[in-house]
Structure formats: C-alpha cells, structure tokens
C-alpha cells in the first residue's frame, strides 16, 4: 500500500528555519513528480514547491529563494527546508506524488493522486 508521511513540523519565530520530511513506502519516487503543498485555514490548499522526475525543482512565487526541496533516492525521501520563514508561511504542509512529470511546473493540487496526512507549520512574528 502507498503510503506518504511527513514530519518536521513546528513552531518558530520569524525569520526561523525548518526542514520538513516526507518518507514513501510501497513505492519508488522513480518516474514521479513530488510535491509540497500548504494550506492555511480559511484558504485552498496552495502548491509550494515540486521535484519532477527529471530532477529538476520548481517553486511557487512567494517561496523562491527561501525554500529548497531536495530528494534521497536511497531513503525514498523528499525533503523541504524551509529558511526565513514568515507569519504567512504559517500552515499545514503536505507531501504528494504525481505518476508522472509536472513538466516543470507547479501544478495545482488535483494532478496529484497520493498524499500524507501533514504536518503543521506555525511562524510567529
């Protein structure tokens, strides 16, 4: 059974870091496209970052330059760290996969079939 679990989550204070993790069981990453998601209360849940399955990354506006998502293929793992977080990164985060390329883009929550369950994010000013 395909299986994605986060962890990582927390509080911290503005301009803090944390590094999110997302283990897979039941599957490879092989020839998938990975991604973050995020969704604060009252709004839609929001694309933050992807892997695609060529290796390559992709970032929603409002994160370039702060977050960085990696992968290890040997721990089936993807990674988020999170750097100079903001009140508005506040939110609970999600892993998901796609079984196929996002074509380098991040693309919204409904092309991707397999999710975890999240992990909550909160940044206080």
């Known amino acids: 059974q395909v299986q994605l679990v986060e962890s990582g989550g927390g509080s911290v204070q503005a301009g803090g870091s944390l590094r999110l993790s997302c283990a897979a069981s039941?599957?490879?990453?092989?020839?998938?496209?990975m991604g973050w998601f995020r969704q604060a209360p009252g709004k839609e849940r929001e694309g933050v970052a992807i892997?695609?399955?060529?290796?390559?990354?992709n970032y929603a506006d409002s994160v370039k330059g702060r977050f960085t998502i990696s992968k290890d293929n040997a721990k089936n793992s993807l990674y988020l760290q999170m750097n100079s977080l903001k009140p508005e990164d506040t939110a609970m985060y999600y892993c998901?996969?796609?079984?196929?390329?996002?074509?380098?883009?991040?693309?919204?929550?409904?092309?991707?079939?397999?999710w975890g369950q999240g992990t909550q994010v909160t940044v206080s000013s």
């Open positions: 998901a996969a796609r079984p196929s390329s996002c074509w380098h883009i991040v693309l919204p929550q409904h092309q991707f079939n397999r």
């Open positions: 039941g599957y490879t990453y092989s020839g998938y496209c």
């Open positions: 892997f695609d399955s060529d290796g390559s990354a």
